[in-house]
């Protein structure tokens, strides 16, 4: 029986499993997924992460393989309405590290006990002296019993931890399209761009090896069939001076929004964090980067949980009251974000162009860097 059953195999629940293995704890880690990788738009890792993972290495190992993104811009029909450098900030790391999911899983299962795949978590069932998990592996039904157990598998899970209906996650109406494409060497290299017009915001960041992502606002109700989706982004990167980014680009695909924040994150010796816990739209990149930190921070608390065999009920009512905090924090931020970058008759566009100019101008624009970097994160 291990110490600690990890539930998903994602970024989240890889690190925990990884940080709690490196201090000496046993771990079972469960994977839905049959492999590795698959669709995602988690790219940037930020500075608050890259600390909390250095002591282990995994900083380091992110960063050989990561484009570093110091500085973004953003633009409005080809012109500058303004710059924030990530430079100007006190951090030891003054840059957003970009890369593909599935690498940042490759390093970060480097360190982690292998997962068993196929796993599908059913129930999850707390008791006095430990917690019954019904699970089906490789289609066979199978309970396990641990003394901890973390809940990491995505939105998908949590109607293990959470009634059903309990707390709701807000759906927003915004559609977005999304395609990587390789555009080679080009001037801006490590530059994010925001392009912000009456079309909505159609966002550029660098990725390594040449490749950039590109996201863009998408009308609601607009046609899902694969080519028109991919036309349209075609058109939202020819109208923004993207035209030989567009011409790279075989497949977009779409996705919508949501927001949910989870009031608590522990019943006894169950726990849940990540995208289970907290849900706050990518329209700024820091979904994943919450759940990187809920579990960098949960990791030293459980690893005394099992060392002394009672459970540290202080530290970790602090670090849950932390971590939710900061799931608002980022969530009223990335609802910011989104209503920022829809589309928007002329008037109105006019007035926004004039608020992210003001936005970008010192002294504010170290509060906005700061805001973008994580900085506000109750653990940065």
């Known amino acids: 029986m291990p110490d600690v059953v990890v539930i ?32 995602t738009r988690a790219i940037g890792v930020h500075a608050p992460v890259l600390s909390a993972l250095e002591s282990s290495g995994v900083t380091e190992r992110l960063l050989a393989v990561a484009a570093r993104v110091p500085r973004g811009e953003a633009r409005s029909a080809g012109r500058s309405l303004g710059s924030v450098s990530f430079a100007r900030l006190s951090t030891r790391f003054p840059f957003v590290a970009t890369l593909p999911q599935a690498a940042t899983e490759a390093v970060l299962a480097a360190g982690a006990p292998e997962p068993t795949r196929g796993a599908t978590a059913m129930a999850v069932t707390p008791r006095p002296d430990g917690v019954r998990v019904s699970i089906g592996i490789g289609g066979r039904p199978t309970e396990l019993t641990a003394p901890i157990v973390v809940v990491a598998t995505g939105a998908g899970g949590r109607d293990l931890v959470f009634r059903p209906g309990a707390v709701r996650a807000h759906e927003y109406r915004d559609r977005y399209l999304m395609a990587d494409a390789a555009t080679g060497a080009r001037d801006d290299d490590d530059l994010a761009v925001i392009h912000l017009d009456g079309r909505g915001v159609l966002e550029s960041f660098p990725l390594p090896g040449g490749w950039r992502r590109f996201v863009t606002w998408d009308q609601p109700g607009a046609d899902p069939d694969p080519a028109a ?31 949910f924040v989870a009031p608590k994150l522990r019943n006894g010796r169950v726990l849940v964090i990540g995208d289970a816990a907290h849900e706050v739209s990518p329209i700024g990149g820091q979904g994943m980067n919450l759940g990187l930190l809920d579990a960098a921070t949960l990791a030293p608390l459980l690893a005394t949980w099992v060392r002394t065999g009672e459970a540290p009920d202080a530290e970790l009512a602090r670090w849950e009251a932390r971590r939710v905090a900061s799931a608002r924090t980022a969530a009223r931020l990335a609802a910011a974000n989104t209503a920022l970058g829809r589309s928007a008759p002329r008037a109105v566009d006019a007035g926004r162009r004039a608020l992210v100019r003001a936005m970008l101008t010192a002294p504010v624009d170290r509060v906005f860097a700061r805001a973008y970097a994580m900085g506000f994160d109750a653990d940065a």
Do not use: K, M, N, Q
């Open 8 to 39: 998903g195999a994602g970024p989240v629940g890889t690190l925990l499993a990884g940080e709690l293995a490196r201090r000496g704890v046993d771990v079972g880690l469960y994977e839905r997924r049959p492999a590795a990788g698959g669709g």
């Open 229 to 259: 989706r991919t036309t349209r982004l075609r058109d939202a990167l020819d109208a923004r001076g993207e035209a030989e980014a567009s011409v790279a680009i075989s497949e977009a695909t779409g996705f919508g929004v949501r927001s």
